[in-house]
């Protein structure tokens, strides 16, 4: 075989090596998500070590239960114990994207009305840009929850998706606050309304203290016997 034959051959076996690289390697510009790379199994394992991560947080106040159509969203419902927000219980939704944990941020929509300048009032979403600008794996779920918590007790009135109320909020705080009222009474009569087909969505019922009662009496029982065998601080 003669030489420029010879080098025909290997700069066509090059060229077959290279375009079988480029095959294996994804293409700039496109976006590798985890569900074209492990599949909705490595999705629902990474949502599983999410929940198990909340018992190692503060968040008091703030109940979430995975949604039981659906692994992709999540329910939850915040008390407010204290400030200006008091005694408001607000249900949301956590809408986590399929491209979980490595694409977009999730959202959170608030199912009862809200008035606060970093909730849009007209769809119930909360605004997570400035605190999550790009997520990535090293975000997690429970810093969204314990940021949906933050956001009644530390008032963000800088770059918000409601003006009106950020303005009350620093020019006319006695108007903000009859807002505030508004809408929480506003979410109290909605707080009973449990439509929702879903087993695991947070649903609340008026108290009836032939159930009720029972229930509050036995868990302060158990609080006692735990306080006494020093497990739990009378704080708790």
Sequence with gaps: MSSSN??????????????????????????????????????????????????KHNLTGVFVLPSAHNPLCWHGAVFVRHGVYIE???????LIPQNFPYGNCPKVLFTNPIYHPDVNPETGELDLKRNFP???????????????KQIFYRVNTESVVNSEAAYLYENEFHRFK????????????????NDSDDPHSIKFKKWDPNVHEVALKSLL????????AGILSRNS
């Design 134 to 148: 790009k997520w990535s794996s090293g975000n997690h779920l429970y810093q969204i929850l314990l940021h949906i």
């Design 6 to 55: 010879r080098n025909l051959t290997k700069e066509s076996s090059s060229r077959s090596k290279d375009s079988d690289r480029k095959s294996t390697i994804p293409q700039a510009g496109v976006a590798a998500t985890s569900s074209h790379i492990h599949g909705p199994f490595f999705i629902e394992q990474m949502l599983l070590f999410e929940y198990k991560e909340l018992s």
């Design 221 to 228: 029982a158990y609080k006692k016997e735990i306080l006494e």
């Design 178 to 193: 009859q807002k505030v009222a508004q809408s929480i009474e506003k979410g109290r009569r909605r707080l009973f309304d």
């Design 88 to 94: 408001g219980v607000f249900k949301f939704d956590i």
